[in-house]
């Protein structure tokens, strides 16, 4: 019993951990951390994953890539 308290409040301590880590990242983006606890949670998680588009891979076009490849292979070589 005693053994699953620790781990109850080890996992607790390290989601705690992972919040205020999070509230740093926000902080960080120029974002107090009294404006994070009053948005959605997964709203600015989503946020701080959103990536450009051209490290969006399953956005890029296939045929578009081999063609401008091809252009490049051709004006180096």
Do not use: C, H, W
Not at 1 to 14: D, G
Not at 35 to 64: F, G, H, S, T
């Amino acid at each position: 019993m005693a053994n699953k308290r620790r781990q109850t409040l080890a996992s607790l301590k390290n989601n705690r951990e992972d919040l205020l880590l999070n509230l740093k990242q926000f902080t960080e983006m120029g974002i107090l951390p009294s404006q994070a606890k009053n948005e959605d949670y997964y709203d600015l998680l989503d946020v701080m994953k959103a990536r450009p588009k051209e490290e969006r891979i399953e956005l890029i076009d296939p045929i578009k890539q081999l063609r401008k490849s091809r252009f490049a292979n051709k004006k180096g070589g």
